[in-house]
């Protein structure tokens, strides 16, 4: 905003240039307003959809798999995801197809999620079955891929939950449950004696 001159200022200016001195500068005021912008973490889409369902499994520990519908409404309603901004309109078909280890990949080739039963899904664990194509697709985020300070549990939570269903796979596998189950046999004679006591009477 220009200065104000009064009228004494004009005619000393007037004076000054009469006299054939070089007049007074003349500055004019000026405000510039800087506004500080914080740019909001952003992440892949398909990681978006890795730890939305990883949020529902820790929600809801003892439900095996959840809708695609499910997986949608929590997403674009959970805070801690929306404080990244709205929902995008990739979401939905990457539930449904893109992140899907056992779905022929179209285009994508992530193994992030499992179908379980049409329109249910699950975080992919190793050892879970999926398309040949999808061979050597990506699981999990990447921890540089994270923003920082954010979902940093996320990771550590995730591969604790897959040690434990791959024990509750060995408990319930009933091969698995026969081992030790013969060991009485032996208990009050060696292996080889047995053997050699059976063979008795061959020839």
């Known amino acids: 905003m220009p200065i104000r001159k009064t009228g004494s200022d004009r005619r000393n200016l007037t004076q000054a240039r009469t006299a054939g001195h070089p007049a007074p500068q003349e500055f004019v005021m000026t405000t510039a307003v800087t ?46 995801l929306r404080f990244m901004g709205p929902l995008r309109p990739g979401f939905y078909v990457h539930v449904v197809q893109h992140c899907v280890a056992n779905r022929a990949p179209n285009p994508g080739r992530y193994r992030m999620l499992f179908e379980t039963s049409p329109g249910r899904r699950r975080l ?37 939950w897959c040690a434990k269903a791959a024990e509750r796979a060995v408990d319930n596998d009933p091969l698995l449950a026969l081992r030790g189950s013969g060991k009485d046999l032996w208990a009050d004679e060696h292996a080889d004696d047995y053997v050699r006591r059976l063979r008795e009477g061959w020839e």
């Open 124 to 160: 992919f664990r190793p050892g879970d079955g999926y398309h040949p194509q999808r061979e050597g697709g990506k699981i999990s985020p990447k921890p540089e891929e994270m923003p920082e300070n954010w979902f940093g549990g996320l990771l550590a939570w995730y591969r604790g």
């Open 35 to 80: 506004r500080q912008t914080v740019a909001k973490p952003s992440i892949k889409l398909a990681d978006e959809v890795w730890v939305a369902t990883l949020m529902l499994h820790q929600r809801y520990p003892e439900r095996p798999d959840f809708s695609i519908e499910e997986i949608v409404e929590f997403a674009g309603s959970a805070k801690e």
